[in-house]
């Protein structure tokens, strides 16, 4: 992801695009700062890493968005907007809802899940298999229902 994300910026500054190469800059400092925290704690940071950090940022801008949404602040909402269509180019397609349920199916029946008690397991396998593809707020709920929750 790395390589993408510093080619994406390579591209950008030869076209002269200062929006982008703004946003591709912050990413990048975004996993400079993660890269610092982690090696003070004697880790590294992989792409797993790399895609939460972006989803993280995407949340934080649709947020932002919406307040400036509430207080009338058209140019502020549409500068974030355009960032999180910058930032989610890097993150996995997301599922549609009957991808979602087909998904959560096939990890109640992976998992051998019975009850409430096994939606750990459920989204634990949710996780490995589809990073940065679902909501797992949601997925949660769906899950829960369910297994009878």
């Not at 939460?52 to 974030?80: D, F, G, T």
Request: charged share 30%.
């Amino acid at each position: 992801m790395r390589e993408t994300i510093n080619t994406a910026m390579k591209d950008a500054l030869k076209a002269r695009n200062a929006a982008r190469t703004s946003t591709l800059r912050m990413i990048s400092a975004a996993i400079k700062d993660r890269d610092i925290a982690a090696r003070g704690e004697g880790k590294s940071v992989g792409d797993e890493d790399i895609l939460a950090l972006l989803q993280k940022m995407v949340k934080q801008r649709e947020e932002s968005a919406a307040i400036y949404a509430e207080n009338a602040r058209p140019e502020l909402e549409a500068k974030e907007r355009a960032e999180i269509a910058i930032i989610q180019e890097f993150l996995p397609k997301a599922m549609d809802e009957a991808e979602v349920d087909a998904a959560i199916k096939a990890a109640i029946a992976e998992t051998g899940a019975e009850g409430v008690k096994d939606m750990g397991k459920v989204i634990g396998v949710l996780k490995a298999k589809y990073p940065g593809q679902i909501d797992f707020g949601a997925a949660s709920k769906q899950v829960k229902a369910a297994l009878g929750g």
